[in-house]
């Protein structure tokens, strides 16, 4: 999955909190939020927080939808309120190969 693809497909599930996602969707979305949040803080601090309320949603959804392609909860992303440690946790788990067969969240994800 390219840069583009993995941002439509996030965009377009934005609330789907369900399924699974791949490293490279999860990882390059991540890359667009932060060129996005860059980006809007050099436009001004509403539009800093504009984007940002404008793409939390998304995070969390592909967030959870990465955790399950590792088998995982999504709600497991609740971790990183530990402050350090969870989100250390957190980018391990979501660093892990997802696996190669269907799991209780789904088919494997192309």
């Not at 583009?4 to 399924?19: E, H, I, N």
């Not at 909860?73 to 696996?99: C, K, M, N």
Request: charged share 10%.
């Amino acid at each position: 999955m390219n840069f583009m693809q993995a941002v439509q497909v996030c965009l377009s599930k934005y609330v789907d909190f369900s399924g699974r996602a791949r490293r490279s969707e999860f990882w390059w979305f991540a890359l667009f939020q932060v060129i996005v949040s860059l980006v809007a803080s050099f436009l001004g601090d509403i539009v800093s927080a504009i984007a940002g309320l404008a793409l939390l949603l998304p995070a969390f959804a592909v967030g959870a939808r990465r955790l399950h392609d590792i088998g995982k909860s999504g709600w497991l992303q609740l971790i990183a309120l530990i402050p350090l440690i969870g989100i250390v946790v957190l980018i391990y788990f979501w660093v892990q190969p997802g696996t190669s067969e269907a799991n209780a969240h789904g088919e494997l994800v192309a």
